[in-house]
């Protein structure tokens, strides 16, 4: 497993291989860069930042130990604390070996006193001397140093000075410890309605999409101000952008075009014209016609409108169906009740209409001693007569057909009405 911090663990970042331990941030609309998180440093933040090296953070003579991306301290017997060491947990506080004093401040061997953050040292000729700390005086009794005297914030950060430290109030678009971290303004989409948003150091800038403006893009620009209108054109604002309400001569956008359908009326037999721009526009034809311009007449005939065995006679704009016997209406798809309007059937049967034709059946009455419905039962004598009576009309009926035709019915989907040609035809009734 890798160390934390370490070059072995990466992520890409534009052209950049940034530590695990950052964040890759847009720097600009073409450019990235990493961003260190706390404990780390350097251009892909792969440094570990030796904090025990910037103002020993631990308190009353603590031993500080760095570690990657921070810092532990081990405390002298009598403080504790998970941090600093500045929690007392003892009325008497104990030294490390050579030392003395109220805070251990003094060498065991000495009386020179190196105050609170000194630390009291032997040379080799047997003198003792004192060394203070990061952030507070060269010479005894090691007093606080005031780092903002130096001026350590940039890009006109505050300074704050602390006891061993300082701390930088960092401007507007500035973070870091010295306010030399440029922030992105751009990682929050601060630019609105699309607009492309562009950071620059301590700032940013969006490019708007057109009918916006304003830092963020966020205010309307009324475009009927500048009267883009033309030819008496109404104009009405939008969000972003605008309309045109022309007059019928003129199309587009501004009513700049001239209108084909208003001057040339390009589309034929009540097709409906729409302009498109001031050389092409498109007909809606209506079901009969087709085309470019609506003058191609469509051949219902290829759509089998007509039904039940009818046949269909294209004409131009329409259509009419020739319907089969016993079949009617405009498609042929209306059966035609022969019951209705003719009795086909002898006075001794009914007629019973079906889809296309009808039946001849015997009556049924009702057996008034018994109930039950029974057909009425001639006598030999009548029977007989009834058979040769049905011979005589099937020859007679035969013959007519010969001579006349039977009847044919033509709808006329234009409205003409409908004509018959030839005699009606009579079916033979059945025989009993």
Same mark, same amino acid.
């Given at each position: ?16 291989? &940034? ?14 860069? &990493? ?5 780390? $440093?350097?251009?892909? *933040? ?60 003094? *060498? ?47 890009? $006109? ?12 109030? *960092? ?19 601060? &630019? ?48 972003? @952008? ?15 075009? !001239? ?82 309007? @003719? ?7 009914? &007629? ?49 057909? !010969? ?14 009405? !409908? ?7 009579? !079916? ?5």
């Amino acid at each position: 497993m890798t160390t934390p911090g370490s070059t072995d663990q990466y992520m890409q970042c534009g052209s950049l291989n &940034c530590s695990v331990n950052a964040k890759c941030i847009n720097a600009s609309a073409t450019t990235y860069k &990493c961003q260190c998180h706390a404990g780390f $440093s350097g251009d892909t *933040c792969h440094d570990d930042i030796d904090e025990c090296n910037r103002g020993n953070p631990c308190y009353h003579r603590g031993v500080c130990h760095n570690t990657i991306g921070s810092w532990w301290c081990e405390c002298l017997d009598g403080w504790n604390g998970t941090e600093h060491c500045g929690e007392n947990i003892t009325e008497s506080r104990l030294c490390m070996p050579g030392w003395t004093g109220e805070w251990c401040e003094t *060498c065991a061997d000495d009386e020179l006193g190196c105050g609170y953050m000194g630390r009291c040292g032997q040379l080799h000729n047997g003198n003792y001397y004192c060394g203070c700390q990061s952030g507070y005086g060269r010479r005894p009794p090691c007093a606080d140093v005031d780092e903002c005297t130096s001026n350590p914030c940039r890009n $006109s950060g505050s300074c704050i000075n602390t006891v061993g430290s300082y701390i930088c109030l *960092c401007a507007s678009g500035w973070t870091g410890t010295q306010c030399n971290d440029d922030i992105d303004e751009c990682a929050s989409i601060p &630019c609105q309605n699309q607009g492309v948003c562009i950071d620059h150091l301590a700032s940013y800038s969006c490019n708007c999409t057109s009918g916006w403006k304003g830092l963020t893009c966020a205010e309307d620009i009324d475009e009927c101000l500048a009267s883009p209108c033309l030819h008496s054109g109404i104009c009405t604002n939008n969000k972003g @952008s605008f309309q045109c309400a022309c007059t019928p001569e003129w199309a587009g956008p501004t009513c700049s075009e !001239k209108n084909i359908c208003h001057f040339e009326t390009p589309c034929s037999n009540t097709g409906n014209c729409t302009h498109i721009n001031q050389t092409a526009y498109l007909c809606q034809c209506p079901d009969t016609w087709k085309g470019v311009n609506c003058t191609d007449d469509v051949d219902e005939c290829a759509e089998n409108k007509c039904k039940n065995g009818a046949s269909c006679n294209n004409t131009i704009g329409s259509y009419s169906c020739t319907c089969a016997e016993g079949w009617e209406g405009d498609n042929c798809d209306t059966d035609l009740n022969e019951c209705e309007s @003719s009795n086909p059937c002898n006075a001794t049967l009914v &007629c019973v209409n079906v889809d296309g034709s009808y039946t001849c059946e015997a009556k049924i009455v009702k057996d008034d001693s018994g109930g039950a419905n029974i057909g009425i039962i001639a006598g030999a004598t009548t029977g007989a007569l009834l058979a040769i009576l049905a011979a005589v009309l099937a020859l007679l009926y035969k013959f007519k057909w !010969k001579r006349n035709p039977p009847l044919n019915k033509v709808s006329d989907v234009n409205g003409k009405g !409908k004509t018959e040609v030839g005699n009606k035809h009579f !079916k033979q009734p059945i025989k009993e």
